[in-house]
């Protein structure tokens, strides 16, 4: 599974941006696909993802202000994450992963496994 990040940028709180994951490399619904943000001297933290099924989830601090969304027309799959409201403390560098399938082991998001595929990532930051 190959995953590629785009959108990130610098915007003032208040604003909004969506970012975008392009995954290549697998068909069908074989994979959980999330985003996950890492600020400078903190540690991983989730922030959303979207089942096999299609169904969303969220980390704490995204509940409310972002929407995560997956787009399987045309032959592609592109995960989505809209960021609205956006605060300085949202300031990192935001990845996009793969879980290992339906036979991982449990993993930070219900209804995945563990994220083994990770993106290169892609820098928000917000300014006040």
């Known amino acids: 599974v190959q995953l590629t990040e785009s959108g990130g940028g610098s915007v003032q709180s208040g604003q909004s941006l969506t970012l975008t994951c392009e995954v290549s490399?697998?068909?069908?619904?074989?994979?959980?696909l999330g985003w996950f943000r890492q600020a400078p001297g903190k540690e991983r933290e989730r922030v959303a993802a979207?089942?096999?099924?299609?169904?969303?989830?969220?980390g704490d601090s995204a509940r409310g202000r972002f929407t995560v969304s997956q787009d399987k027309d045309n032959g592609k799959n592109t995960l989505y994450l809209q960021m609205n409201s956006l605060k300085p403390e949202d300031t990192a560098i935001y990845y996009c992963?793969?879980?290992?399938?339906?036979?991982?082991?449990?993993?930070?998001?219900?209804?995945?496994?563990?994220?083994?595929?990770w993106g290169q990532g892609t820098q928000v930051t917000v300014s006040s």
């Open positions: 979207v089942e096999r099924d299609g169904t969303p989830h969220y």
């Open positions: 490399g697998y068909t069908g619904n074989s994979y959980c």
């Open positions: 992963a793969a879980d290992s399938g339906p036979q991982g082991r449990p993993g930070p998001f219900l209804g995945c496994s563990d994220f083994r595929s």
